[in-house]
């Protein structure tokens, strides 16, 4: 049995401008993001919320249990590798190392196909694509969305093109061209490695999968917030602490939040939603500050938090909307306290967290103890990818099983 998915047609982000969905775009005709809606009235009267949480894993994985919210219409066309629902981590002893009681909890969206979150975002945009008959994609990408690009291509048996920035983590470069993709080094940050792909689109026969200016990886990084309201059970926490690049989860989580409440499955409530970023690049905290719409280019990026590291966003306005209309903030982070986050939770609660993810608990640090959220808060922290992809300081010590190896050596 196919649920049908209740999509009905694009908006430009910007002015409204209804765009039909029975055919590929990039952005609007305007040149703004296009998003996705929902015959919502329809779906209320059709789809029972509870219903829908309780389908079986195996043949509706992860996020694709939401079908009717997610613009796939046929199930021949829906691309996966094995999608769960990420766990909701309590991290008890971090919590009080920052001040917190309430509970400060971290979505690991490491466990996710590839290692990182995404996989929820290109899962759909390949599948849509499929859809759509494309045979070839391409994007500029700081590892991560490039190693699902290439997975989920792979799967499709699509061929994809992956540009990344030189210094992108190895293991990400290494698992795109694992994976079948084709990978370019170039001496550049993304919005650069973008170029490339706008420049060579027409001649190669690529479809731009870059963020946002495709309409359904935001569709599936949505998906995050509908699994977190699920997981608490159909609530939402107080502060939801979002390491922000592109910001196409934070806009997706917004925009699920809405839909979800006008199917009736969550009430009018809203968590203050934070932007974090690195102190070496961070557009969206400085336009967020001077209470600007969009954020001007960030020279001379730079953050070993690679996912973050995003100069220039199109969807800054709509990053800062979010932001602005939840009561959060935008925050920037000293680079030396993302290292020290990191270790921390790994060493007291035992979770490791990828440079993002730690940034986001530095960010939470700072919060509270500059009075932004309350000491009792309900917490959420999005880790959005698997620490392993990433460099870690070699802590190890060396023993020579030839000599004497007493106990105060190991000690
Ligand atoms: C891409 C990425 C981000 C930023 O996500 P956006 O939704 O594009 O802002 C954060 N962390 C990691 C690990 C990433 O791969």
């Not at 557009?283 to 020279?299: D, M, Q, T, Y």
Request: hydrophobic share 40%.
């Amino acid at each position: 049995m196919t649920p049908p998915s209740f999509l009905t047609h694009l908006d430009c982000s910007k002015t409204g401008a209804r765009v039909d969905a029975g055919r590929a775009h990039n952005l609007s005709p305007e040149g703004w993001p296009l998003l996705a809606r929902y015959d919502l009235d329809a779906m209320t009267a059709r789809v029972d919320r509870d219903a829908v949480a309780a389908r079986d894993p195996v043949a509706f994985p992860g996020f694709w249990k939401w079908r009717e919210l997610l613009p796939v219409a046929r199930n021949e066309d829906v691309v996966s590798l094995g999608e769960v629902d990420t766990p909701l981590i309590e991290t008890p002893v971090t919590a009080s190392k920052i001040g917190l009681d309430g509970p400060l909890l971290v979505k690991d969206e490491g466990r996710l196909p590839t290692g990182s979150f995404k996989a929820r975002g290109l899962a759909l945009a390949v599948s849509m694509a499929k859809s759509y008959g494309i045979r070839r994609m391409a994007m500029p990408t700081n590892g991560n969305a490039g190693a699902a690009l290439s997975a989920y291509g792979a799967r499709a048996g699509m061929e994809t093109w992956s540009f990344c920035p030189d210094d992108t983590p190895e293991m990400n470069v290494r698992e795109i061209a694992a994976q079948g993709g084709h990978v370019f080094r170039v001496n550049g940050l993304i919005h650069q490695c973008g170029a490339i792909v706008g420049a060579l689109k027409e001649e190669m026969g690529w479809f731009d999968t870059s963020t946002l200016k495709e309409p359904y990886r935001i569709e599936g990084k949505k998906t995050m917030g509908i699994e977190l309201a699920f997981q608490l059970g159909w609530t939402l926490p107080d502060a939801i602490f979002y390491p922000t690049g592109g910001g196409t989860g934070l806009i997706g989580m917004w925009k699920a939040f809405d839909e979800m409440e006008r199917l009736g499955w969550i009430g009018s409530e809203r968590p203050k939603m934070f932007a974090v970023q690195a102190q070496g690049c961070a557009p969206i905290v400085k336009a967020f500050e001077a209470g600007e719409e969009h954020a001007p280019e960030w020279l001379d990026a730079s953050t070993a938090a690679a996912g973050i590291r995003v100069p220039k966003a199109i969807g800054d306005f709509l990053i800062l909307r979010a932001v602005r209309a939840s009561g959060g903030t935008a925050i920037a982070v000293p680079e030396a306290e993302i290292e020290q986050a990191r270790l921390m939770c790994g060493r007291e609660d035992g979770l490791h967290l990828c440079p993002e993810g730690a940034a986001t608990l530095a960010a939470a640090r700072m919060a509270v103890s500059g009075g932004l959220i309350e000491r009792d808060a309900r917490v959420v922290l999005f880790n959005c990818g698997s620490g392993l992809k990433y460099p870690l300081p070699d802590r190890a010590r060396t023993l020579d099983r030839t000599g004497t190896i007493t106990a105060q050596m190991v000690s």
